[in-house]
């Protein structure tokens, strides 16, 4: 490990001598310092990567790449990545969609795992999402902070996509300019859609003030089910939960069942753009998506949300708690046109609007079969 210290001041490019580190697997431990990366770093089965607290690993100016990957064209079991900061430089980096040379801007990647397990860390700035996990089995990812500028758009959070069972997602905390955490059976990976079923998960834990999303599930060709999210806190100018699907593939069955929501403590954020941070959240929206998306969000757009088209199984609204300061048009929970839910059960669900007229806590423009409520006010 000595030979780390050369590398540790952030002058000199460690790829090499950390992917040697790598390549050796099993206990890997990165002390105080800044470790600038030009390639991706790939782990692979039976590796635990732990940085100290003061360690930081930053990608190169104009290096436009992923930061660390697994090695998807095998199984990989056992791999665990904890602590330290991963610095994603975003403002240094560029996506790029050209087949051979395909950057999204995805920091941390992990593909085709079995007990997988990403803990007390912080992802500074990514050019696009910060965690991004797909065909996965038994994962656990907790105790992270997201330290973005909110200079790009779609830096999402931890963003699951399909095949992936058997998953607790914990304790996830700082605002993200798209998804704090996104459940996606079927989406873009590297250019391609890849799809899968989603089940056996839980969500605990989301914590943010202006955020866009909390908890964004989609599925769209493939089916979720047996997910629980619970614990969800803070302002956010789009949702709090979401059930999409985006037409992500035209004309394919969508199906949500046995989804839980245990605890949704969350409003929408006012937009007062005192800060860079705040500013930079509106301008790459509106940049995106067009001028004044940012504020019809923070307007119209619900707690929880069932995207049009959405078709769901059993779903159960638990603890649901809105206390409104902004100045929005926005419903708590809204079932939008061409929504069919065939159980839906709503269980101890208030809200009051400090600032502006109270707005309905359910707007149902779909079809529910059975309502069961209880304690709502």
Sequence with gaps: MNGLTVFSDGTLDATEALQK?????GYIYLPQGRYIISKPLVIRGGTCLSLAPQAAVKL??????????TDHTVENHDITVEGGVWDGNCSMQARC???????????????????LTVRNLTVKDPEAFAIQIADAERFTVENI??????????????HVQGRARNGYIRNIKGATNDDMVALNCDDGLNGKVYSGDIENIEVDGVFAENGYTAVRLLSCGSRMRNVKISNIFGT????????????IIPGAPVWFDNITLDGIYASKAPQTYETEYDRNARDSTDGTYGEG????AVRTQSIIWFAPGVKCGSVTLRNVHRIEEAQ????????????????LYVD???????NCPEMPLIRCRGEVKKLITNAIE
Aim: net charge negative; with cysteine; proline share 2%.
């Design 21 to 25: 580190l790598l390549d050796g697997r």
């Design 60 to 69: 190169a100016d104009g290096a436009n790449c992923m930061m660390l990957i």
């Design 97 to 115: 969609y050209d087949p051979e040379k395909y950057f999204y801007g995805t920091a941390l990647q992990f593909l085709n795992t079995f007990d």
């Design 145 to 158: 902070t997201f330290d973005f500028n909110m200079m790009k758009p779609n830096m999402d959070g931890v």
């Design 236 to 247: 956010y100018r789009f949702n709090g939960v979401s059930f999409t699907h985006h037409n």
């Design 293 to 296: 998306v940012n504020d019809w």
């Design 328 to 343: 929005t048009e926005a419903v708590t929970i809204d079932i939008d046109t061409d929504v069919e839910i065939e159980r």
């Design 348 to 354: 101890d669900a208030t809200q009051r609007f400090v």
